[in-house]
């Protein structure tokens, strides 16, 4: 594998963090979950909701590109390294589906988007820097907020709206296996002031991405 260079490594995240925020990211092989679901006509109200909820959860997926990509720089073990880059890849895929649903709400991503990316990129860095038993369990500390949103939002959807339901279910199952993952990866258990930590920052990117 060639070795990159500073420069090499600045081009090459610049270029992902403008087709996470901007563009449209390489994705897996997967197709869109819902695509065989019939969409259906929604009141404002509900309409609106499932956008705000989406696009939530649109935010948090640029995050989680961030954090996968600032943590697969500085980890240590090129088996982390990829573990860290193949989920990168298939978040790409939650972020190419939620970014369908708000088109199809006719509704637009959070403007904040690059805040979240920068922000989130330097803290999964660090978290790499620290070491790859910190930066998996990272990973599984995150994934398991996540589901927890998600089991939120599955609640607050309306029920008519099934292919915004199909998108988190999934979305859900994808998160469970990368937080078992990097747990068997050699994740550590964080410490709980790090976690509660973690989770206001998390309400913090939630109430402002529903609005804005």
């Known amino acids: 594998m060639r070795h990159l260079s500073p420069f090499d490594q600045f081009i090459t995240q610049a270029d992902h963090a403008l087709r996470t925020v901007l563009g449209k990211p390489k994705i897996t092989e997967r197709s869109d979950p819902s695509v065989n679901i019939e969409e259906v006509t929604l009141s404002n109200d509900d309409r609106r909701l499932s956008a705000g909820l989406m696009r939530v959860n649109h935010a948090g997926e640029v995050s989680a590109q961030a954090l996968y990509q600032g943590q697969a720089l500085t980890a240590r073990l090129d088996k982390v390294r990829d573990s860290m880059e193949r ?6 895929d939650h972020l190419a589906w939620t970014e369908n649903r708000l088109e199809a709400l006719s509704s637009q991503k959070s403007l904040l988007n690059p805040v979240w990316y920068a922000g989130s990129f330097a803290i999964g860095a660090l978290a790499g820097a620290l070491g ?3 930066s998996l369990g990272f990973v599984a500390e995150t994934e398991h907020q996540v589901i ?7 609640q607050q959807l309306p029920a008519q709206d099934q292919k915004s339901i199909c998108v988190l279910q999934q979305m859900k199952e994808d998160e469970a296996h990368h937080a078992t993952v990097a747990i068997e ?3 550590a258990e964080l410490p ?17 991405s529903y609005y804005i």
Not at 148 to 154: A, F
């Open 185 to 187: 990866g050699g994740g």
């Open 87 to 92: 989920a990168a890849l298939e978040e790409n």
């Open 148 to 154: 927890r949103h998600l089991d939120k939002h599955l």
């Open 132 to 134: 790859d038993k910190w």
């Open 192 to 208: 709980w002031p790090v976690k509660k930590l973690m989770g206001a920052m998390s309400k913090v990117m939630t109430s402002s």
